[in-house]
């Protein structure tokens, strides 16, 4: 499936819904349904493993395996031995998405360390605007996180890009940028990526950033930093509606065509074009399983700026 900045991936998730280290304001999946740190087994590798050869064994291609799915995916202890495993079935690189709260601790870089490209993520560059946006487990704090980076930059020799999510009136006035672009100094990441809220969100106040905004922070924070934001409906109609791609271990196959588009839902809110894009079939057919799963009572509508997006009713 494609993915916005990943190309072709085939998606890996590990986590159980909304397990998290966080409980971000501008999460698309909904509020923390369990804030932890304590790292723990989420069930076995090898069905995950057999589920990512048989979708190779078809002649299925793709640029990355991405980590990723409902929840913070270095919570998983097994997750050096299910990036083991990838190597072993595939030479397609592996990608982690990750909110990166977990670096500072060794186990955790040593099992990242074995991945291609990581994907981390930061939103603050001081502790009470981290707090106010990403809501994070007690034990962690904004200091942990970058010191986190900092440290796994110097032990990693892969690609790391850091997305930045940027909402209005908590993380984007002069002072906040400059602290954040303090952090991105220290880090030294490969790229640094800007995002902000284009679709329906946890916390409904979010107010998302224009396109010449995001440019104007993007210049302000340096040479390597792009925008990521998809606003436009030519670029919808194009990309699926989850970066972490078509998962492998979270769903029925693809032919149950209903059942991945709900499964695609309760990852995060699609519009119409989303769920054409990402599930290779028609608006109209595409219309058709959404009245569908309405009617069940699975599925609601969601107004996000004039544009209605679709999401699973937890």
Not at 76 to 100: C, F, M, S
Not at 273 to 301: C, F, H, P, T, W
Request: net charge negative; hydrophobic share 40%.
């Amino acid at each position: 499936m494609p993915s916005r900045r990943l190309g072709l991936s085939f998606g890996v998730d590990i986590i159980p819904y909304k397990v998290c280290t966080l409980d971000c304001v501008y999460c698309q999946l909904g509020r923390t349904v369990e804030k932890i740190t304590e790292r723990r087994e989420f069930g076995p590798v090898e069905p995950v493993l057999t589920e990512l050869r048989e979708a190779l064994s078809k002649g299925c291609e793709a640029d990355y395996v991405t980590i990723g799915g409902s929840g913070e995916p270095t919570l998983n202890l097994r997750l050096g031995e299910l990036v083991d495993g990838i190597k072993q079935v595939t030479d397609i690189p592996v990608a982690l998405l990750t909110n990166g709260t977990l670096l500072y601790r060794p186990d955790v870089r040593a099992d990242c360390a074995k991945i291609d490209v990581v994907l981390p993520s930061l939103d603050a560059g001081d502790e009470q605007t981290f707090r106010r946006i990403d809501r994070p487990e007690s034990a962690i704090s904004i200091e942990s996180v970058i010191s986190g980076l900092c440290a796994f930059r110097k032990e990693f020799s892969g690609q790391i890009w850091l997305e930045i999510f940027l909402v209005r009136s908590i993380n984007t006035d002069p002072h906040q940028i400059a602290r954040i672009r303090n952090a991105i100094d220290r880090i030294k990441p490969d790229k640094v990526q800007l995002n902000t809220a284009v679709r329906p969100t946890a916390d409904q106040s979010v107010v998302r950033l224009g396109a010449e905004e995001l440019g104007e922070i993007a210049s302000q924070l340096g040479k390597g930093c792009e925008v990521i934001a998809d606003f436009s409906k030519a670029a919808s109609e194009q990309t699926a509606a989850a970066d972490e791609g078509d998962e492998i271990g979270s769903h029925s196959p693809l032919e149950d065509k209903k059942q991945t588009l709900l499964s695609m839902l309760k990852r995060r809110p699609c519009s119409l074009n989303d769920i054409s894009a990402g599930l290779s079939m028609n608006r109209l057919e595409a219309a058709k399983y959404v009245a569908e799963l309405q009617d069940l009572g699975l599925i609601q509508a969601e107004d996000k700026s004039g544009q209605i997006f679709f999401k699973s009713i937890s």
